[in-house]
């Protein structure tokens, strides 16, 4: 009896185990999408900056064909937008390199989340095995009646059963 109830106390453990892996997973999880979640802040803050950037070069540029006496036509212009268009590039880049991190961060959450619930059916798993084990060899150890011929006798045809153990 003592065997089935240790066996019991083992399962228990399994099962808190495969618990307790799933609360660390699920942790874990929440720290992955606080990180995404701050990558879309920084996305957004790298866009605001960008556009400044942009609009900065833009009126630079600007002024200082104005202050020449140039007008904006021509090679100043195909400067102007050549520049722009450089500067979009690099912005959108920015935004994909950060979105492709975002998304990594989101990944690796779900990936925790699957773990975690893997981990608590692992435990119902393992505590199930173990019980079935130990019910199987405490099965396999319990005496046997059998009959013998003998001393003991009493019944019809002089026989008893004894108990044995495997």
Request: proline share 2%.
């Amino acid at each position: 009896m003592a065997m089935m109830a240790a066996a019991a106390a083992l399962a228990g453990m399994q099962i808190g185990q495969g618990f307790a892996a799933s609360r660390e997973a699920k942790f874990n999880a929440k720290l992955y999408e606080q990180q995404a979640g701050a990558i879309d802040v920084k996305k957004r803050l790298q866009l605001r900056q960008d556009e400044r950037a942009k609009r900065r070069m833009a009126g630079t540029l600007t002024s200082r064909v104005a202050k020449s006496g140039i007008q904006l036509s021509g090679s100043p212009l195909a400067v102007l937008l050549d520049n722009l268009t450089e500067m979009e590039l690099d912005q959108q880049i920015g935004q994909y390199n950060l979105e492709v991190q975002k998304q990594y961060s989101l990944s690796a959450a779900d990936r925790y989340r699957r773990q975690g619930r893997a981990s608590v059916m692992s435990g119902f798993t393992n505590a199930f095995s173990t019980m079935l084990m130990s019910g199987f060899d405490y099965g396999s150890r319990t005496p046997k009646l059998t009959p013998t011929g003998g001393r003991f006798g009493g019944g019809v045809g002089g026989g008893s059963a004894m108990a044995t153990y495997p």
